[in-house]
Structure formats: structure tokens, C-alpha cells
């Protein structure tokens, strides 16, 4: 078991779609996102159906485009896992004392949580996240 912190406005949504998405940027429609210089070359419109664009996008372009199952908003999905920062606590308990007495403002990622299982709330928006496994964010 591993302890992970992790800045989140909606943890549950977190766990349940297990990746992190480029900048934290969610849209209702895939081309409301920050990806005009992907897209621009594709015959795509926002009055087209945003399953059918994600689609389009990820089939032409080097992005993969997905939906959140929880809040059905649409991101650029950065990668698998959840960017968070290692504890090196031991226990839950522990794991909640170190996320809360550290001055770090955990705005990235320095790791992946991998197969995130639980989350425990730490204060504001941040949380303790617990998983399988963890491994290097490389690029943060």
C-alpha cells in the first residue's frame, strides 16, 4: 500500500476515472479545450456531436481525448494514474499528519498514483489518496 497526496475540487471523480487530465482542464465539448493547434487542420465543429469529435481527434491526432465518467466533462487525457506526491508515511493516520503539516502546494504532481483505491480528506482541497502503486511523473 501507498500513500499519495493530491490537490482535487471532486476526488470521487478522481478515483473512479483513475487518470490525470493535461493542466486539470475539463469542457463541456472537446473543442472548448486548449488544443486549437491539434485540431485546427480537422473538419470538426463544435455543432457536431462531442463523442463523434473526441473520436476524430484521437484517430488523427497524437491526443487522446475522454470523457470523465462521473461528471461527463470531456479532457486531454495527460496520462494513466493520478499526478500526486509520495508520503513516505507508513499508515493512513500518518499518511493524513504528514499531508497536512507539509508546506508543499501539490499545484502538479511528482508521481502517479496507479490503481487508486481509496481517498481520505486532508483540508481545503487537499486529500490523501491510497493505491497499489505509484511511479515518476517524468513530465510535470
Given amino acids: 500500500m501507498h500513500y499519495v497526496v493530491r490537490r482535487t ?17 475539463y469542457a463541456e465539448h472537446p473543442l472548448m479545450l486548449s488544443i486549437d493547434e491539434f485540431v485546427d487542420h480537422l473538419d470538426v465543429s463544435y455543432d457536431d456531436d462531442a463523442s463523434e469529435v473526441a473520436e476524430i481527434i ?10 470523465c465518467p ?3 466533462l ?13 508520503l513516505s508515511s ?7 499528519v504528514e499531508a497536512g503539516a507539509a508546506r508543499h502546494t501539490y499545484m502538479t504532481g511528482g508521481c502517479c498514483a496507479v490503481e487508486p483505491l481509496s481517498y481520505h480528506h486532508v483540508r481545503d482541497d487537499i486529500y490523501v489518496f491510497t493505491c497499489n502503486s505509484i511511479c515518476a511523473q517524468h513530465d510535470s
Fill in 90 to 96: 507508513q499508515t493512513l493516520d500518518d499518511a493524513i
Fill in 70 to 72: 462521473v461528471t461527463g
Fill in 58 to 67: 484521437n484517430d488523427e491526432t497524437s491526443l487522446t481525448i475522454a470523457r
Fill in 9 to 25: 475540487m471532486n476526488p470521487a471523480a478522481d478515483l473512479e476515472r483513475s487518470w490525470s487530465a493535461w493542466g486539470g482542464e
Fill in 74 to 86: 470531456w479532457a486531454s487525457v495527460h496520462h494513466d494514474g493520478l499526478s500526486s506526491y509520495e
